[in-house]
């Protein structure tokens, strides 16, 4: 049984005796693995400290044949993120991406450019970067280097300075839902309607303003719906015009929102729902992302 090697972040752990653990890692080379760590507990190990939840690690493990538990032979900490265990917003942000990449990932389905966007988010947290959009599946091949500097792309657009750091957790978070959901194959479609296929026409505000008019989404169509289709759906829920917009920039369907403070609480509402949809539950982490609005 060969060795492998692989750049993993620690998105789960539990005790299994008193000298091991059981870890559940996301790597780069070859997706969510579950490994056992001998010894893992002990103060002095092949461990060191890298199996804290959110660390950036160097494994060695023996890959099992037959299902089961890997075993991690060494592993050596890179990377940790400091910020995350000085502000109870940005953590709660890091748990809720570790959670979505320990359920909502399948074992030894690698996604390295999902991988790439987990570690861009954890590093952007409290801080505002204006990161560049991710590449399209594929293109994330011609940079396997693990210092790739790929982040999600950017919520706010390039005059979005002096964001709280409540606010810039959670703009990361979306971005971050959308590589997400890209890689697992729930990008929503947001041009035409995901029943029917109609061109999405833009709605007719009324004298109430902008804000009035609405547009359908739908978690389980995929996307936005038309207003024949909208009606129809049971999970529908309408959007403002400034959201969707928001949403068809972040999608590279259109320019950049310039600014989200007034549609930020609804767009986190949405991504609640979709992601909710794809992993058949509502994630644990969730309601501490809305607590903190």
Known sequence: ??????????VRGMDWSETSRIVTLFTREFGKLRALAKG?????????????????????????AHGGLDL????????????????????????????LLADGTQDYDPHPDLFDAA??????????????PPPRSGEGEQNQSHEATLAPPSLLGKGAGGLGLRDSARDAV????LVWLRELGYSPRLDACSACGAEIGEPAASAAGVHSARVFFSPQAGGVLCPNCGPNAPDRRALTL?????????????PPAADVSGVRGELRGLFGQLVSF?????????????DSR
């Not at 979306?174 to 839902?177: L, M």
């Not at 794809?278 to 809305?290: K, M, T």
């Open 40 to 64: 893992g507990r002990r103060l002095k190990s092949n461990f060191d400290v890298a199996f804290d939840l959110l660390n950036v690690c160097q494994v060695v493990f023996l890959r099992k």
């Open 278 to 290: 794809v992993l058949g539950r509502r994630p644990r982490l969730l309601s501490y992302l809305e």
């Open 119 to 132: 570690l861009a988010t954890l590093r952007g947290l409290g801080k505002n970067p204006s990161p560049q």
């Open 72 to 99: 991690l032979t060494e592993a050596r900490a890179e990377e940790r993120f400091p910020i995350l265990r000085n502000d109870l917003h940005a953590l709660y942000a890091g748990y809720y991406i570790a959670e």
């Open 242 to 254: 400034p959201a969707w917009h928001a949403l068809l920039g972040l999608e590279g369907l259109g």
């Open 1 to 10: 049984m060969a060795a492998e090697k692989a750049l993993a972040l620690v």
């Open 174 to 177: 979306i971005s971050f839902e």
